[in-house]
């Protein structure tokens, strides 16, 4: 071959070269089309649990939060005002308030456990399992605003996973009996109110924490930053307090503190 055929082919190689990574580069600028600007669509994956963690976010007034290690979402006092950014596979509602529950609840909601028996016929009684979480309630009385006596009118509800036991106390309104303490059995972990006037007082609250002796103790349903330090000054010489910086927490049995300690996480 001679010299100018090999120049000539040489040349077509190279336009040939160019012209395909021009259309490249061209495809490249269409919407979808950039494999290495992928990754930032994607949804972000949020770490995984172990078997024996739970995650707890406080979302706000009542309402948490809670996840399991196999995907479970489940939300406390789920309510048409505090909700979290996802849909829960279970809600939970511990008291007929606006506050504390919803008649619109999400279609896509599997599980709806409501603390008080809608037809008025005796106590909501709810002891079910799903995935990796058992979900049961301890019935409660609470307070009407004529003074009267609402029986069984609002549910501690216990979600245990794995070793790890949670309660959430409601919208209580009296001292646990020791036959509420019976049936909630060992609590590790309790989220309990704090207002001291919707529900129970600031010191009947403390003795129901005393008699609860949970590892974790997470504050809840406090209207501004006073009554909660109110509360907090209630409980020094008693347990130590940690406040944290972010609304989520993760807990396992293994890593429970060695004493009673209240956790405030930042919410209202």
């Given amino acids: 071959m ?72 489940i939300a406390t006092d789920y309510n048409d005002y505090v909700r979290p950014p996802v849909t829960p596979d279970i809600a939970t509602m511990n008291k007929a308030h606006s506050t504390h529950y919803s008649n619109r609840p999400d279609p896509a909601i599997k599980l709806i456990l409501r603390g008080w028996d809608p037809e008025g016929k005796g106590a909501a009684k709810h002891d079910v399992t799903f995935g990796d979480v058992r979900v049961r309630n301890v019935p409660t009385n609470i307070r009407t605003y004529d003074g009267g006596t609402d029986y069984d009118g609002n549910s501690i509800f216990v979600f245990e996973i794995g070793d790890l036991c949670i309660a959430h106390l409601g919208h209580l309104h009296h001292p646990l009996e020791p036959g509420h303490l019976r049936a909630l059995g060992r609590v590790d972990v309790v989220l309990f109110p704090v207002d001291g006037s919707y529900t129970l007082d600031q010191e009947g609250m403390l003795e129901v924490l005393k008699s609860l002796q949970a590892r974790v103790m997470i504050p809840m349903h406090f209207f501004g930053g006073g009554t909660l330090e109110r509360f907090l000054s209630r409980t020094k010489g008693l347990w130590p307090v940690e406040r944290r910086d972010t609304s989520s927490i993760t807990v396992s049995k293994a890593a429970l503190p060695a004493t009673p300690t209240v956790i405030v996480l930042p919410g209202h």
């Avoid at 490249?28 to 950039?34: K, M, V």
């Fill in 2 to 73: 001679s010299l100018p055929a090999i120049l000539l082919r040489l040349l077509a190689t190279l336009a040939f070269a160019l012209l395909a990574t021009a259309h490249a580069r061209a495809q490249s600028n269409e919407p979808g089309c950039r494999p290495e600007m992928a990754s930032y669509r994607l949804p972000i994956q949020r770490v995984q649990l172990a078997k024996d963690e739970a995650r707890l976010t406080f979302v706000g007034h009542a309402t948490f939060l809670i996840e399991t290690p196999g995907g479970v979402k």
